[in-house]
């Protein structure tokens, strides 16, 4: 049930959008400005909505991952993917699965492959593409 509270007065929407206001003693009666509290309703209504898009355009945590990522490979030499890991301190598996994700969008390539600081062993290489 909607609420809306204007200049001391709790007001509530009920059948056909009509307008109730609560009295002191705790009944609602209807309200005689029908008109402003349906306008106030609306707005209040389409606010709610704008609220929920605006949290659905913000990044999921793989997609700030992934742009953690890319920033850090800006200016950078070439890395294999642990020692981006280690460098960002991004878990290591983690950064496994975002590497795969960039990988299959085109954002980075595979450059080669080098000798890993980190673990000693011959590993692929990465740079933006």
């Not at 929407?13 to 002191?24: E, I, M, P, V």
């Not at 707005?43 to 945590?61: C, F, G, P, V, Y």
């Not at 080098?114 to 062993?121: F, K, L, M, P, T």
């Amino acid at each position: 049930m909607n609420l809306l509270h204007i200049d001391g007065l709790i007001y509530k929407q009920g059948l056909n959008n009509k307008c109730f206001y609560q009295a002191h003693d705790g009944e609602w009666l209807l309200s005689n400005i029908q008109k402003k509290i349906n306008k106030e309703f609306y707005l209040q209504e389409n606010q709610i909505k704008q609220d929920k898009k605006s949290k659905s355009s913000k990044l999921t945590k793989a997609g700030e991952t992934r742009q953690i990522i890319l920033n850090g490979m800006k200016g950078s030499a070439l890395r294999t993917r642990l020692e981006f890991a280690v460098l960002l301190d991004i878990d290591p598996t983690l950064a496994k699965h975002r590497f795969m994700d960039l990988v299959k969008t085109g954002q980075i390539v595979v450059a080669g492959i080098a000798r890993c600081s980190i673990i000693n062993r011959k590993v692929k290489v990465y740079k933006l593409a």
